[in-house]
């Protein structure tokens, strides 16, 4: 497939559990970005990687939330001892590059529902 | 923190007429784009203005900009049943794209 992919689609957890999400940007895309969208809002930036740079990991709401980017790739975001108010909608979206005038790509999303 | 914010909230009109919805932003940008969103899943770019640019047209989407205003406005025009959707703004300014809550279009055939 040539667009971004993302799975699972859907994760049902309990509270207290982890939950690893992944992301498959498209071929040759350098920037990789999440995001989370909770209910009726906008988009809320957590973290992105452009290529071998360190992320900017300024959106990250707490300490429980990480991700990483191996060998420029595939990413994957981590939410340790998940709460109620994580459940949202995590997209992931790719450019080929992190530029301001770069199109940046969607997945169609995975939507975490913390019991 | 959010700084894009989508008026209205909601927009609903009749098939054939024109959907005007407006964006309002706080700092300088270096470019504003449009996005459509389906059923809140994935998004799509409809359309990226720079910031020295005042409009632009792509198909049947016109967008404004006003930097000293801090405003743009995303028209559609002769809309149909398929535009029904949610439409965001998102600003770049030295961070990544900060998108808005959006404007849910409603286009009734």
């Known amino acids: 497939g040539a667009g971004v992919s993302q799975s699972p689609s859907n994760k049902v957890t309990e509270k207290g559990k982890d939950v690893e999400l992944r992301c498959d940007p498209i071929?040759?895309?350098?920037?990789l970005y999440w995001y989370r969208q909770s209910l009726g809002q906008g988009l809320e930036f957590l973290i992105y990687?452009?290529?071998?740079?360190?992320?900017?990991k300024s959106g990250l709401p707490s300490d429980r939330f990480s991700a990483e980017r191996t060998g420029g790739s595939v990413s994957t975001l981590t939410i340790q001892r998940t709460q109620q108010e994580d459940s949202a909608v995590y997209l992931c979206?790719?450019?080929?590059?992190?530029?301001?005038?770069?199109?940046?790509?969607f997945g169609p999303g995975t939507r975490l529902t913390v019991l | 923190s959010q700084q894009g914010e989508e008026d209205p909230q909601a927009l609903s009109i009749q098939e054939g007429e024109n959907a005007t919805m407006n964006c309002s932003y706080k700092?300088?940008?270096?470019?504003l784009q449009w996005y459509r969103q389906n059923s809140g899943r994935g998004l799509v770019h409809l359309i990226l203005?720079?910031?020295?640019?005042r409009e632009k047209h792509s198909g049947r989407l016109r967008v404004t900009l006003d930097t000293s205003k801090k405003s743009s406005s995303l028209l559609i025009t002769a809309s149909r049943a398929a535009d029904t959707a949610s439409y965001f703004c998102?600003?770049?300014?030295?961070?990544?794209?900060?998108f808005g809550k959006g404007t849910r279009l409603s286009v009734i055939a």
């Open positions: 203005i720079r910031s020295n640019e």
């Open positions: 990687f452009q290529g071998n740079s360190a992320p900017d």
């Open positions: 979206a790719s450019s080929l590059r992190a530029g301001g005038l770069n199109e940046q790509f």
């Open positions: 700092t300088s940008i270096n470019n």
């Open positions: 071929s040759g895309h350098t920037a």
């Open positions: 998102a600003t770049r300014g030295n961070t990544p794209l900060v």
